[in-house]
């Protein structure tokens, strides 16, 4: 039949309808400009404003260097210590935000559209994925405007070092907020449950304070964060300090990603 | 002639807090190609629910049903590949362009490179959409948006169309245009129509028109020969004394008299015309008024099922929630 003609391969027809999901979550993101200032701007304050403020109120005594006083081994302030936090921190926020984009979809209706379209539910789980990852990413990208500004110093080998690594840590988030978000049916509960999920998660990531003198309760909450590997991850590659091994960070942010991604497509292949 | 649609049994109960609903109930009907079929019926009554199992949304609880020879369970996505929809709700990308609504289901349909611009541009066209194409949909009034829904829903070529309640909201202006699209499209493109409705004014455009409530289909044919289930013409009268008026008619013609309470009493007569004159001279009560209509659907609606298509939900109702959900935005 000409139906069938029409339609191409199974594997063909998802390839393409990841790519179409994709490509309008990241066009919306690049007409929205007052969402990508607004992203922007809440970071900043957070990098300039703490970093300035506790950066002054902790005395720079952990490490001394030449007659230098620095805030741990090789990093000279606290706001330098921070800012890949914070990058990490603009991520996380982006790509749960990004996920809310499917509970709007479902209440203006757009959902369906997609729904009853020739293609897998799985495949609209992963270009969901696939298009807020890389909203998340660029978000994160902008944060390395502020690297001047601070002091840091970023080779262009630097950059495209930290990019595959950008969006691998969005990946692995942006499924996380898909996850959540599929089974998710109003925005303020949404909304309620993310905050109370992203909040801690940030506390908990060794993005604002060094991990290595925790009490023992605490070390276990950052040992279980995904987050904490990801912000070990972006710390190693943009100030050379880290607590575990690159290569740990990877796996454990890679086994976390693949995990939600599988319950984002779980979640969307369920029909009501 | 074909049939391109075919539905056996189809059951579909939802748990509910309290229980079970039936929302379809063991419905079995078939449509043939290039007919304009109707679901006529109030809403709640199960018209959304049998089109959202027939276009693959939701799964049946029982029975079975193909489009355009594609089994619903079996093979979904060429049934999706097969069928457009233009949902009962908004279902567009406000925040998207007219014409990047349509790129993106050209896109999800595969629709091949060299026809999509094509393509979208003969929708455009017909729609008369073309000079409003790069502006954001939320800037389109209400009628443009359910033209561009029904370009969208026809940008594959698909061998059916389903309208759900496709003029729900509109005001009566923009309704009438959307009809006209609507037996434009019937004409002009080798098309199977399937829509649903509530209002037996649109349902008199159908081929055929099958009529449900609660959950069954309670009765299947063209308008005409539903109307012919009619005995003839509809009698109103209101008299000084209903209850002698009632029994008068009732004894001297044999014919069953119902009240409708703002509009007096009414009966059905063949003939109307040459009954009333006669009527009017035999009757030894008072007439006060006296009209003749003929038949419609909605009574043929009130006689199958002893209520009103508009009893059950009142319209403002859905029109309130679309109005809601629009300020939302």
């Known amino acids: 039949m000409t139906v069938l003609a029409e339609m191409g391969t199974p594997l063909q027809r998802n390839l393409i309808g990841i790519y179409t999901i994709w490509l309008r979550e990241v066009r919306k993101f690049w007409r929205d400009k007052s969402r990508i200032i607004g992203a922007t701007v809440q970071p900043a304050l957070f990098l300039l404003l703490l970093g300035t403020g506790i950066g002054r109120g902790i005395p720079q005594t952990f490490q001394v260097n030449n007659g230098m006083q620095e805030f741990l081994p090789g990093v000279k302030d606290y706001m330098t210590f921070i800012y890949p936090g914070i990058i990490a921190m603009t991520i996380l926020f982006t790509s749960v935000f990004s996920a809310i984009s499917i509970i709007w979809d479902r209440e203006i209706g757009f959902l369906k559209e997609v729904m009853v379209a020739p293609i897998s539910r799985w495949a609209v789980a992963i270009g969901k994925t696939f298009g807020g990852s890389t909203v998340a990413m660029l978000q994160g990208c902008l944060m390395l405007l502020f690297a001047p500004i601070i002091g840091v110093k970023l080779t262009p080998l630097t950059i495209l070092a930290l990019l595959p690594l950008l969006l691998y840590i969005s990946f692995s988030l942006t499924a996380m907020g898909i996850a959540a978000a599929a089974r998710m049916r109003s925005m303020q509960g949404f909304t309620v449950i993310m905050n109370f999920l992203t909040l801690p998660m940030f506390f908990l990531s060794g993005a604002m304070f060094p991990v290595g003198n925790l009490p023992s309760w605490m070390d276990i909450l950052v040992k279980i964060n995904p987050l904490t590997y990801g912000v070990d991850m972006i710390r190693a590659v943009v100030i050379g300090y880290n607590d575990y091994p690159l290569i740990y960070d990877i796996y454990i942010m890679g086994f976390f990603g693949l995990l939600m991604l599988a319950l984002a497509v779980l979640a969307f292949s369920e029909r009501e | ?329």
């Open chain 2, 1 to 329: 002639m074909t049939n391109v649609i075919e539905v056996e049994h189809l059951l579909k109960i939802y748990k509910t807090k309290t229980g079970f609903h039936t929302a379809v109930r063991d419905v079995s009907f078939s449509v043939r190609k290039g007919e304009l079929f109707g679901f006529l019926g109030p809403n709640g009554a199960g018209k959304t629910t049998t089109i959202s199992i027939l276009c693959t949304l939701l799964r049946p609880t029982k029975g079975s049903a193909t489009l355009n020879g594609f089994d619903i369970l079996k093979n979904p996505h060429a049934v999706r590949q097969s069928i457009g929809l233009v949902f009962q709700e908004p279902s567009l990308d406000e925040r998207l362009t007219a014409r990047e609504n349509l790129e993106f289901h050209a896109l999800l349909y595969n629709i091949p490179r060299i026809l999509r611009a094509e393509r979208i541009q003969q929708m455009l066209t017909m729609m008369e959409l073309e000079m409003r194409q790069d502006e954001l949909v939320r800037h389109f009034s209400g009628g443009m948006k359910r033209r561009l829904e029904i370009a969208r829903g026809l940008l594959h070529h698909p061998k059916i169309l389903f309208l759900d309640e496709p003029t729900l909201g509109l005001d009566p202006q923009t309704r009438s245009y959307i009809w006209n699209y609507i037996q434009e499209l019937k004409r002009k493109e080798e098309i199977t129509l399937f829509l649903t409705t509530h209002h037996m004014d649109e349902a008199e455009h159908c081929d055929r028109i099958a009529v449900i409530d609660h959950g069954e289909i309670i009765a299947l044919d063209t308008p005409d020969s539903l109307k012919k289930t009619i005995g003839g013409d509809m009698i109103y009268l209101t008299a000084l004394n209903p209850k002698r008026a009632k029994e008068e008619i009732t004894r001297r013609y044999s014919v069953q008299v119902k009240e409708d309470p703002p509009k007096g009493l009414y009966f059905e007569m063949a003939h109307g015309e040459e009954f009333i004159p006669g009527f009017i001279q035999e009757a030894s009560f008072k007439i006060t008024s006296i009209s003749i209509r003929r038949p419609t659907l909605e009574d043929v609606f009130l006689k199958l099922t002893g209520h009103n298509l508009r009893d059950e939900l009142p319209e403002s109702l859905s029109l309130m929630k679309t109005h809601a959900r629009t300020k939302n935005r």
